[in-house]
């Protein structure tokens, strides 16, 4: 299994909700996909980033899948330019089965 965790600082912290809105639209996009969610920075909880997404796939492929879809492109264009940082791990469970 594949875990694939983003955070993203946007210049505009005001614009997560927005954010997170247009993420949560790539719930479900491809067969293998066993994880997604999206979360916002909570006020009073210690942040230094104001989204992330934390997603599960069944093996790379999956991932691979997820990243080059249609929707994912055009999703991630369209949210670029409202991210001052974004930073990413993917990695893998050894031994993990869904």
Not at 34 to 42: G, H, Q, S, Y
Request: aromatic share 8%.
């Amino acid at each position: 299994m594949i875990k694939h965790i983003v955070m993203w600082k946007l210049k505009d912290e005001l614009q997560a909700a927005h954010f997170k809105a247009q993420l949560d639209s790539c719930r479900d996009l491809v067969p293998g996909m066993l994880e997604f969610e999206v979360a916002t920075r909570t006020a009073g909880l210690e942040a230094n980033c104001d989204v992330v997404l934390y997603s599960v796939f069944e093996d790379s492929a999956a991932l691979a899948a997820y990243q080059n879809h249609p929707h994912h492109q055009l999703v991630s264009s369209g949210l670029g330019p409202l991210r001052q940082t974004r930073s990413v791990l993917d990695y893998d469970i050894q031994g993990k089965t869904p």
